[in-house]
């Protein structure tokens, strides 16, 4: 898909059609009088009411060079923000592209045509623009691509360029996380992701290292390990490091850790057949950190970041791990397994430690860790546990600009007593009552005091139904919010 930044006045862009948004309370002074007289009629007759996320399409519209005219609901002008205009843009590809539409235009004035505001215009097209039908040989399923887009401003500058650049970069290593996100496990095995990773690195210029399975061993990181070991396919901990040029003194070292289990049985502890085909999204976590490399790669912030991705599978077999077992961390903690289902939390264990000890001076995790954490927030916003306020608020702040939800709950050193173990130093679950809390204080050692961010997205990581202005699927959480944060540090 091609972007590009125009000055053409609304009544000269030829193309196939041409995507205005209207606020509850005003007409875009921009349309000519014969646009503007069709709205007014439009909403006087009750056919569009503005509100968010409404919309209208005409035909032929008079006084236009566009093929045709779509009207989208901005609601109240007072309330509309960047999160907004992200999902307009989405939800004009969504609905245009069906039609056949291969090109189309936005015409934006005054504080729309903002540099955030052609950011977000940017990303919500390539996000729209996103479908999970890789696997369909329908060639109908794939013959209806928009492949231009126009962004009409007043007037150009260096700086909106630089805004669409970014817009796009994000929005690709989003859609880039989801199509991952979304390969089957017999497809895309923790040695596959190590091959993407690598792949990744080699085109955006990253260092890469890959820790196997004797490493690993080699290295006492036990937790991970007997997860992997009920599984023919071997383990990974991926690291891939992004080193900036401007700043090679910085201080800090921004660790993003995201759990890669590429198919999660529950092990032992097996799982209820239905729905078990969603746990190959259970590699959200990792999808999203090699997605924010992807993106900072290209977007290259002052600080230096490296991704650890620990990518194991969860399986069944005479060799699995049994509750009941005691594994010796990478940080030399002792941990009873009481269920073999609790695996994401074990893996970022040894993950986290590792991270730590090559250098991260914070860190920020994304887990599907919980299905708690859905239960307390739906499927609406991330959970977030931090052992820093200052890092947890560096958190917040980028994914509210990023448009990704997200609230912060509760690590009172009193949900300790829920891990204990009468064999081991410590237990992998803390018993029915606040799940999600239980699991993000089982980490909390394992960073040995560094500030961290734990990132619960079991309940954000995909979309059991599509939205108007994104596909059904994995979502691309928090991919933003990672590039926010480095962005911005």
Known sequence: MELILSTTPAAEIEAGALVVICFEDETPPFLNDEARAALT??????????????????????????QRLLAVGGGPRAKFDTDQMRKIAGLAVRTLKPKGIKDLAFRVEGDLAAEAMIEALAEGVILGDYEPNKHQTD??????????????????????????????????????????????????????????????????????EILDEARMRQLGMGALLGVAQGSAEPPALIVLRYVPQEAPDCPDHLALVGKGVTFDTGGVSIKPSEGMEKMKYDMSGAAAVLGAMRALAQLKPRIPVTAYAPCVENMVSSRAQRPGDIVTSYLGKTIEVLNTDAEG??????????????????LVDAATLTGAIAVA??????????????????????????????????????????LKSAFADLANIGGRWGGAITAAKFLEPFVEGKPWVHLDIAGTAWLDEGKPFLAKGPSGVPVRSFVRLAMEW
């Not at 032929?60 to 060079?65: F, Q, T, Y």
């Open 377 to 418: 927030l739906a499927h609406l916003r991330v959970g977030v546990f931090s052992n820093d306020k200052t890092l947890e608020n560096r958190v917040l702040k980028a994914s509210e600009a990023a448009g990704e939800r997200m609230w912060p709950l509760p690590m009172d050193d009193d949900y300790n007593d829920y």
């Open 139 to 208: 060639p109908k399923k794939h013959d209806k691509r928009v492949e231009n887009v126009r962004f009409s401003v007043p007037e150009e500058s260096i700086a909106l360029i630089e805004a669409l650049r970014r817009g796009r970069t994000t929005g690709e290593a989003q859609n880039y996380t989801r199509i991952l996100a979304n390969e089957p496990a017999n497809l895309l095995t923790p040695l596959k992701l190590v091959e993407e990773a690598r792949t990744l690195a080699a085109e955006f210029g990253l260092e890469c």
């Open 41 to 66: 009629a439009a909403r006087e007759e009750g056919e569009f009411d503005a509100k968010p996320l409404s919309t209208m399409l005409w035909h032929r519209p008079a006084g236009l060079k566009a």
């Open 345 to 362: 939390r074990l893996i970022l264990a040894d993950a986290l430690t590792y991270a730590v000890r090559q250098g991260a001076t914070h």
